[in-house]
């Protein structure tokens, strides 16, 4: 059984940074693409980050490039999102998700989430100005 399971949330103000993390279990972590979207409540699951099975390919939603580096870690079966710079609007709960992606160069794909089949509980980020 798959699990994913976020940590590295809080409280923090603006301008300030955060590391999210998201374990892993129930299979093979390194062959799977892994994305983080956020969600507030009423509101359209977002997507943020993704990174492909390997690393080598990462990709980011517009609102958060050059403030948010996805990265991860095979070998602890975890993936990671470091948040800076960050801001009020920034507020939300982060989702990571779980992938058997193949055409990884294909963003749309990366960013779609209904390419991911396992997700997470989620940890909230909530930021004040």
């Not at 093979?28 to 099975?53: H, L």
Request: charged share 15%; glycine share 10%; with cysteine.
């Amino acid at each position: 059984q798959v699990q994913l399971v976020e940590s590295g949330g809080g409280l923090v103000q603006a301008g300030g940074s955060l590391r999210l993390s998201c374990a892993a279990s129930g299979r093979t972590f390194s062959s799977y693409a892994m994305g983080w979207f956020r969600q507030a409540p009423g509101k359209e699951r977002e997507f943020v980050a993704a990174i492909n099975w390997s690393g080598g390919n990462t990709y980011y939603a517009d609102s958060v490039k050059g403030r948010f580096t996805t990265s991860r870690d095979n070998a602890k079966n975890t993936v990671y999102l470091q948040i800076n710079s960050l801001k009020p609007e920034d507020t939300d709960v982060y989702c990571c998700a779980e992938a058997l992606i193949y055409d990884y160069s294909n963003s749309d794909t990366m960013a779609a989430p209904n390419s991911y089949d396992y997700w997470g509980q989620g940890t909230q980020v909530t930021v004040t100005s």
